[in-house]
């Protein structure tokens, strides 16, 4: 079913791509998708274009997330690329229901540019959905040049969003009363870009002067701060220059970690296979009895998982 | 583990008034149900790509408008041409005694009137459906 399903993702058929999310989203044939997905399909649509930019929007409930990236969508939908969105909101721990409001604030449309998918985070989780780095390729696959990803606003540093994309926005508002916190919970040095929003409210100039005198003060790199308003409609093309101008981080390292993943799979694999080998054992034998040293050990056995 | 149901909240038409659906939305969710909100004022067109790109089970709509008989066989009938004629239908709002029976023929799986009790939605979303697929 699995294969059947790629295989209509694979020729822009949306609803395989709905139904897959669903299949990742639960955490069902990770593997099969994972793998598939791995491995370039010929004829692919994904061949020569150029990787997806992927965005994470976060920051407290409440800063704007979903309004902003509303209108994101239309900008980058004008530029000519096509525009994901996977909108998390939290699930109540103790009924396992959700309500997903952030599409609502996005704006509706019946453009075929445009994917929205609304997912709901567990708590504990941290801040996103589970899985959502194989929905980013299942996305990236299809042919979406921008994926964005909301979180569920709990405002902190999440490591897990940082790998998951290649850029950052740290959303904040004027008088929220945030700033020591952002100091406390490390949350500036997570951030790529940081956006001021609701600069239509007064402070928020002061807002941004503090956000710069705290990145002044730790690290010395070189963050835009960026006052945006999306009820005054200001503030996003200059945004999006931002976000673009940034490296794509997230390729290289996941490319090559996801290769690594597999090449774990495999060793276990043959390790697994292998447990009753006589030669494994006289091995593992002489380690429990100290003749051979745990680092000599390993070495040989890395070796022995070789062919 | 049984995995939640996930229904799409939306209003069609042109009355103003969210208060009902949403009272709607948060009894499924602490019912355990993920309720995708989809807000007022969609055209049919932008419900179904939203019950398609959320993947969703049912669909609820809710209309107070008076203008059911145009708008909800508009709605099956792009779910149809969509290829989701499996997605369950829900009507709720002030629909007039005599077109239940219609919108049911149509497709509708239950219309809810305004007295319905939140507890009779819940339960009719909870009982298997026997041609899902
Ligand atoms: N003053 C002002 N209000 C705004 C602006 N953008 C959004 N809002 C309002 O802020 C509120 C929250 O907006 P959302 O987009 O739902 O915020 P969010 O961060 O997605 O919220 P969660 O998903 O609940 O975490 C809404 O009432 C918006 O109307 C803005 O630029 N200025
Ligand atoms: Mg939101």
Redesign the pocket.
């Given at each position: 079913m699995i294969a059947g399903l790629l295989e209509r993702l694979r020729h822009g058929d949306r609803n395989a791509l709905a139904r897959l999310l669903s299949i990742t989203a639960r955490g069902e044939q990770l593997a099969d998708i994972q793998s598939a997905l791995a491995i370039p399909c010929e004829p692919s649509p994904v061949r020569g274009r150029s990787p997806s930019r992927v965005v994470a929007f976060t920051?407290?409930?409440?800063?704007?997330?979903?309004?902003?990236?509303?209108k994101l969508i239309n900008l980058v939908r004008n530029l000519g690329r096509k525009v994901a969105v996977l909108?998390c909101?939290p699930q109540s721990p103790l009924s396992g229901g959700a309500l997903l409001?952030?599409r609502f604030?996005m704006g509706s449309s019946t453009d075929d540019g445009v994917f929205i998918r609304s997912l709901a985070a567990q708590t504990g989780h941290g801040a996103i959905a589970d899985h959502l780095d194989v929905m980013i390729r299942l996305l990236e696959t299809f042919g979406f040049d921008a994926i964005f990803l909301?979180t569920?606003?709990a405002g902190q540093g999440d490591v897990e969003v940082r790998n998951l994309a290649d850029v950052v926005v740290l959303?904040l508002q004027p008088e929220s009363g945030d700033d020591v916190q952002w100091e406390k919970a490390g949350i500036l040095e997570c951030a790529d870009v940081i956006v001021v929003?609701?600069?239509?409210?007064p402070t928020a100039e002061q807002t941004a002067a503090q956000v710069r005198a705290a990145l002044d003060l730790s690290m010395g790199r070189s963050v835009p701060v960026l006052r945006?308003?999306?009820?005054?409609n200001q503030g996003h093309a200059e945004l999006w220059q931002a976000i673009e101008a940034l490296p794509l981080r997230r390729r290289p390292a996941s490319a090559a970690l996801l290769l690594f993943q597999m090449a774990v799979d495999t060793l276990r694999q043959r390790f697994e296979n292998r447990q009753q080998d006589a030669e494994l054992r006289k091995l593992v034998e002489a380690w429990q009895r100290g003749e051979v040293s745990t680092a000599s050990a390993v070495e040989t056995l890395v070796r022995s998982l070789e062919s | 583990m049984d995995q939640p149901i996930r229904i799409v909240l939306a209003k069609v038409g042109l009355d103003g008034h969210d208060r009902g659906i949403k009272v709607v939305a948060r009894a499924l969710r602490d019912a355990g149900m993920h309720v995708i909100y989809a807000g007022l004022w969609q055209t049919p067109e932008a419900v179904v790509r939203t019950v398609a790109d959320e993947d969703a089970d049912w669909l609820g709509l809710s209309l107070l408008s008076g203008a059911h008989m145009t708008l909800v066989p508009r709605v099956l009938d792009i779910l149809k041409q969509a290829d989701l004629a499996n997605v369950g239908v829900i009507v709720g709002g002030i629909i007039p005694e005599a077109d239940i029976p219609k919108l049911t023929a149509m497709g509708v799986a239950k219309i809810f009137g305004p007295g319905t009790s939140l507890d009779d939605i819940v339960a009719f979303l909870k009982t298997p459906r026997e041609h899902k697929p």
């Open positions: 920051g407290s409930g409440g800063v704007g997330k979903s309004t902003l990236i509303g909108a909101d409001g952030d604030r909301e569920v606003g959303m929003h609701k600069s239509d409210m945006v308003s999306t009820k005054a | -």
